[in-house]
C-alpha cells in the first residue's frame, strides 16, 4: 500500500491534512483511477484466497519442521533409536488412496511369502 496508489495517506490526527486529501480525492480524477487499481491490487494480494494459500504454507512449513525434528530425536535417543530395520520396506503413502496403499502392502506381504 502506498500514498497514491492504493491509498491517500495523512497523519493520524490531522483533520486539515484529511480535509485536503478528501478534496484532492474528488477532484483528480487521475488519482481516482489510480486508487482504484491499486485497491484491486492489494485486495487480489491480500485477499481470503491468498491468505488460506499463505496459511496452508505456514501449516506445511511447520508440520514439515515439527516431523523432522520429532524422527532426529527419535533416531537420537539413548534407549531404543528408532531405525529401520535391515529388511523394511518404504512405503511412501503420500499420495495413495488408503485402498491403494493397503493393496500394495497386500502385494508386498504376498511377495515376502513367496520369496521365503
Known sequence: ????????LVPCG???ALARALERVATD??????LRAGGHAVVAE???DAAARAHE???RDFLATALADRDASDRSRAT????MAADAV???TTR???????ARVLALVDLRRRQA
Open 57 to 59: 504454507r505456514a501449516y
Open 46 to 48: 491480500h485477499g481470503w
Open 80 to 83: 531404543s533409536p528408532l531405525a
Open 90 to 92: 518404504h512405503l511412501d
Open 29 to 34: 480524477a487521475s488519482l481516482r483511477g489510480r
Open 1 to 8: 500500500m502506498g500514498d497514491g496508489r492504493s491509498a491517500v
Open 96 to 102: 495413495m488412496s488408503i485402498a491403494d496403499a493397503v
Open 14 to 16: 490531522s483533520a486539515p
